[in-house]
């Protein structure tokens, strides 16, 4: 099972980028998918989740009304959409799948992909 993040990069504060993350050799299709991140330094933290049909979806305090969860399950994929961006903002992305239609801690999550660095400027 692969799930592969794609999309970071550089970007200066107040600006967006759109993360990607694509799964193969399983569909995730009933499964709850999640974004995390991790700074240097710092645990790894849950930034947003969404539900295994998209209906429910959640987001760390410290993202929220910024960042946006979505998924298309006809392509086994999730993104997330990353606007007004902080220099805080600034870590490796993760996507992640659970093992119920939903989840939120981390110990909910069983497959991760590979990071995606994402770098904001000030």
């Known amino acids: 099972v692969q799930l592969q993040a794609c999309g970071g990069g550089l970007v200066q504060a107040g600006g967006f980028l759109r993360l990607s993350c694509a799964a193969s050799?399983?569909?995730?299709?009933?499964?709850?998918m999640g974004w995390f991140r991790q700074a240097p330094g710092k645990e790894r933290e849950v930034v947003a989740a969404?539900?295994?049909?998209?209906?429910?979806?959640n987001y760390a305090d410290s993202v929220k009304g910024r960042f946006t969860i979505s998924r298309n399950n006809a392509k086994n994929a999730v993104y997330l959409q990353m606007d007004s961006l902080k220099p805080e903002d600034t870590a490796v992305y993760y996507c992640a799948a659970a093992r119920g239609v939903v989840g939120w801690n981390r110990d909910q999550y069983m497959y991760w992909g590979k990071g995606t660095q994402v770098t904001v400027s000030s």
């Open positions: 969404i539900s295994w049909n998209g209906g429910i979806t």
């Open positions: 050799k399983r569909t995730f299709s009933n499964n709850g």
